[in-house]
């Protein structure tokens, strides 16, 4: 099999970003909807960067500015050193784009879709990597498919296929996995994972922390259109209050311990910072006299650190 390399060059003169934000700003209704802040970070090249943040934080924006279909209000985005809107088209060709929302031509067949979007870039003979993009997400059966035919995870299969096409330098994922199955997601993050290794940078934004957590090498927090958090992740994971309880229970939980709990139906999880904290909290279970069963001590995880971060920082 032929690995993909990096096509696309940066400019000359020097070590770029794979990726870099500076001050970027975007508000939306005439300045009523502040989407973006003075958000400002770099991505270096072969970096696989977790961009994470609730609903509304403003992920999708920055890609939106970053892929060209939307311009900042202020600030800059380049890519390997072009400017996203002074030097769009060496800028573009840099990227492939999974976009958040499921959009295609209804007319076109699986492999009709990849060629043309080959074509748009200007890519030629392209067979054999078309070949391998759909073997490797698992749509070779596929090919001669209509894409109105397509349920909605072949469909976000072969907008990751389009994406790739042009074997981009830079792979940027908008919640790639929102709502699709395990298999897929496998699937996807085994090829990806790969395209990673051989030194593509990826820039992914997702729900699942639990997939951030294994894939991202470091991770930024956006809320509220501003950067709260930004580190590798092992220092975010250790950073933190890095002592989980669980356990379950159906007794309600005394009021000095329910603001600090984290409940999920009969499941509770309550932070701790040290060994002492963990034998205070049990005490005071134990006082209010709140059964409780399966208790695990364990490290706490990215959803965790994501919270506490998210409940600490100003909006
Ligand atoms: N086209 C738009 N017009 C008005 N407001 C928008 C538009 N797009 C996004 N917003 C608002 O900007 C904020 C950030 O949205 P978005 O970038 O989609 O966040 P995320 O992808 O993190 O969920 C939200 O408050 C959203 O309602
Ligand atoms: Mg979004």
Redesign the pocket.
């Known amino acids: 099999m032929q690995s993909p390399t990096p096509a696309a060059a940066a400019p000359s003169g020097g070590e770029h970003p794979a990726l870099r934000f500076e001050a970027v700003s ?1 508000t ?2 005439g300045g009523q ?4 802040d003075q958000v400002s970070f770099d991505i270096q090249p072969g970096e696989f960067f977790g961009l994470l ?12 500015i970053l892929a060209g279909l ?1 311009r900042a209000s202020s600030g800059r985005v380049r890519v390997l050193g072009h400017d996203v809107v002074d030097d769009y088209a060496a800028a573009r060709k840099c990227l492939g784009i999974v976009p ?1 929302e499921l959009v295609f031509d209804p007319f076109f067949s699986v492999r009709e879709a990849l060629e043309i979007q080959s074509g748009y870039f200007g890519v030629r003979d392209n067979g054999a990597w078309i070949d391998e993009l759909l073997e490797n997400l698992g749509l070779a059966d596929k090919a001669h498919a209509n894409m109105r035919q397509l349920s909605g995870g072949m469909k976000r299969r072969v907008l990751v296929a389009q994406a790739l096409v042009h074997r981009p330098p830079v792979i940027v994922l ?2 790639p996995t929102a709502g699709v199955d395990v298999e897929l997601r496998q699937t996807l993050w085994a090829f990806i994972a790969r395209l990673n290794k051989e030194g593509h940078t990826v820039l992914l ?1 997702t729900h699942y922390l639990e997939e951030a957590e294994a894939l991202c090498h470091r991770i930024a927090m ?1 809320k ?2 501003r950067i709260v958090a930004l580190d590798r992740t092992s220092n975010l994971l250790a950073g933190k209050a890095s002592t989980m309880l669980r356990f379950k229970t159906d007794v309600a939980l005394p009021q000095d311990l329910a603001p600090i709990a984290r409940v999920t139906g009969r499941i509770v999880q309550i932070k701790a910072h040290d060994a002492a904290e963990v034998e205070s909290v049990l005490a005071r279970l134990r006082a209010a006299g709140v059964p409780v069963e399966d208790l695990e001590i364990g490290r706490a995880d990215l959803e965790d650190v994501f919270l506490e971060i998210m409940q600490g920082a100003q909006a």
């Open positions: 975007k939306y209704r909807v502040k989407a973006l943040g609730p609903n509304g934080a403003g992920k999708t924006s920055l890609i939106s939307s958040q908008d919640e934004t956006l509220t259109g």
